[in-house]
């Protein structure tokens, strides 16, 4: 079965700083997309970066950065120059570009922004 | 913004009693989805339909059942709610491949069952 793990229930991160969110997964199929959601406290899940398993390359979106370790199935999201605005869930996303484009959520990850 | 409503955004109701959640879109989108959404397990995926009339169980499905008659609308019914099924609904799309896979989300539904 294909699973998605955030094994950090909470981060904290001071303004300014770096912050790494964990996530793994688990699948068979070759090709599928990644995807990182934030959801602030307004309850919206906002798109904050996406890749294509089939691209070496990590994605990047200004401050939002991927590290994407195919062979290992991990998928960190590294947020740089935290604001307070990033304070909010994460959550980790995986749908496979074939077959039944189910899409699995992980637990996700609170990140909370210290002044 | 994608063009997503669910309505009721809020509902509280009692045991035993049938409830209906509907989500819209205007996007014309093939695949629409609901999760629900409890502290400590994300969103799973309850039932998902890839078309007009074709829908696949999720996760949790147990209790829960699903219609989609037209392409823009895709409902969903608690046919006796349960306390177990207090939560906050969502309604999700996306166009697949077509466009990049993103999953574009409704704004929940709140559901209370006393």
């Known amino acids: 079965a294909q699973t998605v793990t955030q094994s950090q229930p909470e981060m904290s991160v001071q303004e300014a700083e770096t912050v790494t969110l964990s996530c793994t997964y688990d699948?068979?199929?070759?090709?599928?997309?990644l995807f990182w959601y934030k959801q602030p406290p307004s309850r919206q899940m906002i798109l904050v970066i996406r890749?294509?398993?089939?691209?070496?390359q990590n994605a990047t979106e200004n401050r939002f950065s991927v590290n994407f370790q195919k062979a290992a199935k991990s998928f960190s999201l590294k947020i740089s120059d935290s604001q307070l605005g990033d304070a909010a869930m994460y959550f980790c996303?995986?749908?496979?570009?074939?077959?039944?484009?189910?899409?699995?959520f992980g637990t996700g990850t609170r990140l909370k922004v210290l002044a | 913004d994608a063009g997503i409503t669910q309505s009721p955004r809020h509902k509280v109701t009692e045991t035993g009693t049938p409830v209906t959640l509907r989500c819209h879109q205007t996007?014309?989108?093939?695949?629409m989805y609901w999760y629900r959404q409890d502290p400590g397990h994300g969103l799973r995926l309850i039932h998902y339909?890839?078309?007009?009339?074709?829908?696949d169980k999720g996760e949790v499905s147990d209790g829960y059942s699903v219609s989609r008659s037209k392409t823009e609308d895709f409902l969903l019914t608690l046919e006796s709610a349960t306390s177990s099924q207090t939560s906050v609904y969502f309604c999700?799309?996306?166009?697949?491949?077509?466009?990049?896979?993103?999953?574009?989300f409704g704004e929940g539904s709140r559901l209370t069952v006393l």
């Open positions: 996303a995986y749908v496979p570009t074939s077959g039944t484009y189910k899409y699995i």
């Open positions: 890749q294509e398993a089939y691209k070496q």
């Open positions: 339909s890839y078309g007009v009339k074709d829908t």
């Open positions: 699948t068979s199929e070759s090709d599928y997309y």
């Open positions: 999700a799309i996306s166009q697949g491949q077509l466009n990049t896979g993103e999953l574009f």
């Open positions: 996007e014309n989108h093939r695949y």
